[in-house]
């Protein structure tokens, strides 16, 4: 379409025609959803009922497991209604709500990252005055930035994406996704939106940065430790993060910062559901695998042994 539209809704893309398709696809992501839903909302009930997690690093760790909710509980949900319905119409409101917490959402979780990463740097090289850096006041107010730069993140890619004008109203993804929706404007105002993309990467790579400087000093601490026992807690506590960080960026950055120009409507629905679905839902089993603390708080929540 040559001509700027107003868009009073948008359609997104759907995984198949085929209607046996679409409900095996309502099926899978279901199951996906609550796995998802359970995993952390389990890590939320054993941290909160269990008093001996009440430390720093287990209040990020369940502001985190909020955030694995709160993302994929904007996308998925509304996916599954439209394979279940045999529909792909989202309204315009709607689509705004999905760009902005979809954002919030994923700008906290990153922030949340580098914050855990500067705890554990904090605990392992610096034990002696662990207490006296992450005391409860330090803690709140650290989450409290964390939210706050989701929100502002939010807020300035929402309001200058919505400001513009759209050629058309499709939508190539299965949620309203930015790079998708960017190109779909017939407007100039996608230069700036570019410019906060660029912007928003730089800071991204600069937390990397951070993160990778500060694992540099943990391992060299941990490493020249006496007893192989503090070096395997230390590890336990410190490898799923770097797992998960690894994972949010590196699936991320095939979304944003994808080098191929031209691909697959199914190849961007892969690229999509491997960065917004798979991370919220292996966070709680990563995090868990290798941290006797939680597994014996998720036992005692379940009433196993």
């Not at 190849?267 to 014996?296: E, G, L």
Request: proline share 4%; net charge positive.
């Amino acid at each position: 379409m040559s001509n700027q539209t107003s868009t009073t809704d948008f359609l997104l893309l759907e995984f198949s025609s085929v209607r046996e398709l679409q409900i095996a696809q309502f099926i899978v992501f279901l199951s996906l959803y609550l796995a998802t839903v359970a995993g952390n909302l389990l890590i939320i009930s054993a941290v909160a009922l269990d008093h001996r997690l009440h430390t720093p690093m287990y209040f990020f760790l369940t502001n985190l497991a909020v955030t694995d909710l709160g993302s994929v509980s904007v996308t998925v949900p509304k996916s599954m209604a439209n394979s279940l319905m045999n529909s792909r119409e989202i309204s315009y409101v709607g689509c705004v709500t999905q760009v902005y917490l979809f954002l919030l959402f994923a700008g906290s979780d990153y922030a949340l990252l580098t914050i855990m990463a500067h705890d554990r740097y904090v605990a392992i090289c610096n034990p002696l005055r662990y207490e006296a850096i992450m005391n409860k006041a330090a803690c709140i107010q650290m989450a409290a930035s964390a939210w706050l730069s989701g929100l502002l993140y939010a807020v300035l890619h929402t309001s200058c994406t919505f400001a513009m004008k759209f050629c058309s109203n499709s939508v190539n993804q299965f949620f309203c996704e930015l790079p998708q929706l960017l190109k779909i404007s017939c407007s100039k105002l996608y230069l700036l939106e570019n410019a906060f993309l660029v912007l928003s990467v730089t800071v991204a790579f600069g937390c990397f940065i951070f993160i990778v400087a500060t694992y540099v000093k943990i391992f060299s601490t941990v490493l020249r430790m006496p007893a192989s026992q503090g070096r395997q807690k230390a590890f336990s506590t410190c490898l799923p993060h770097l797992i998960v960080f690894s994972m949010l960026l590196f699936t991320g950055t095939l979304v944003y910062l994808r080098p191929i120009p031209h691909v697959s409507s199914h190849t961007n629905m892969s690229f999509a559901v491997i960065y917004s679905v798979v991370p919220p839902m292996m966070n709680p089993v990563i995090y868990s695998m290798r941290n006797k603390d939680i597994k014996v708080a998720m036992s005692k929540l379940l009433g196993l042994k």
